[in-house]
């Protein structure tokens, strides 16, 4: 039996495994790898890389390999969570001496992600959840979770864009500060919402979107907790309390959903679209 995953991919996904255990371990260990103004949340970050989103990877890869489509939304939504981190990581270091590691995880990240998504069957996805996935339900909490998110960045970023001063946290951290304001608003917000949309339309990438992005949301769940209890603890920063809230809620909310998700997927057999023999 042929592996359901292209060589191409499996060698991608352990270089991100192994470099991203580097990288984490860089931040730990090396003095100066981080600007002053991102610790101690950095270290917060560099752990739940190591105990979360580097075993997930690698769990996602091994029983994706073996057909299982439980296995492959998880590696997808490993693959988002590390795309995600890499390009936040590195939007917000202006350089170090792993720099081009960064280049390199987020490189391969995103083209491993575009083509394990592309071998998906979504037919066949939405075929295995259908009368088992309240659609609705998922699609409405995909929304709250997306209006969540906006409300979160956009209640700094147009209060800061009317007055035309800088929203606090540039003040006090520096211009990388947005790097998750960025990408949540651009790719992360939009993508939910046309999941959800999707979902209540029935159509079959929605189920895959869906499942993708909520173990996406379930990865990044214990990082934005961990950083933001750590970020409270050691007060050199504000955080409104609706930050707080609009921080953590929105990720155990995906964090539950994606249990119930993956649940649904239990014994189920992947049928890519070329890659299953």
Do not use: C
Request: charged residues 10%.
């Amino acid at each position: 039996m042929r592996t359901s995953i292209p060589r191409w991919q499996t060698a991608s996904t352990v270089i991100i495994v192994i470099l991203s255990t580097v990288s984490a371990l860089l931040g730990l260990f090396r003095p100066g790898q981080y600007p002053p103004a991102l610790l101690p949340g950095f270290y917060v970050q560099d752990i739940l890389i190591l105990l979360v989103g580097v075993p997930a990877l690698a769990v996602g890869l091994r029983y994706a390999s073996v057909g299982s489509l439980r296995g492959r939304i998880v590696w997808l939504g490993a693959l988002t969570y590390m795309t995600y981190m890499w390009a936040t990581i590195a939007l917000q270091i202006t350089f170090n001496q792993f720099f081009l590691g960064y280049v390199v995880l987020f490189g391969l990240s995103v083209f491993t992600l575009i083509g394990g998504t592309t071998a998906v069957d979504p037919v066949a996805v939405q075929q295995t959840l259908d009368l088992r996935l309240p659609e609705r339900v998922y699609g409405l909490f995909l929304w709250v979770i997306a209006a969540g998110l906006a409300f979160l960045w956009l209640a700094e970023l147009v209060p800061a864009t009317v007055s035309g001063t800088p929203p606090l946290l540039v003040e006090e951290v520096g211009p990388q500060a947005l790097a998750s304001h960025f990408l949540d608003l651009s790719i992360v917000v939009p993508a939910l919402v046309l999941a959800g949309r999707w979902l209540f339309q029935r159509r079959p990438w929605g189920y895959v979107f869906a499942g993708v992005g909520l173990v996406f949301g379930a990865l990044l769940a214990p990082t934005l907790t961990g950083m933001t209890a750590v970020i409270l603890l050691a007060g050199d920063l504000t955080v409104p309390p609706v930050a707080v809230v609009f921080t953590i809620i929105p990720a155990l909310i995906a964090a539950i959903l994606a249990i119930s998700y993956l649940l649904s997927l239990s014994g189920q057999k992947h049928r890519g679209n070329n890659s299953w023999r």
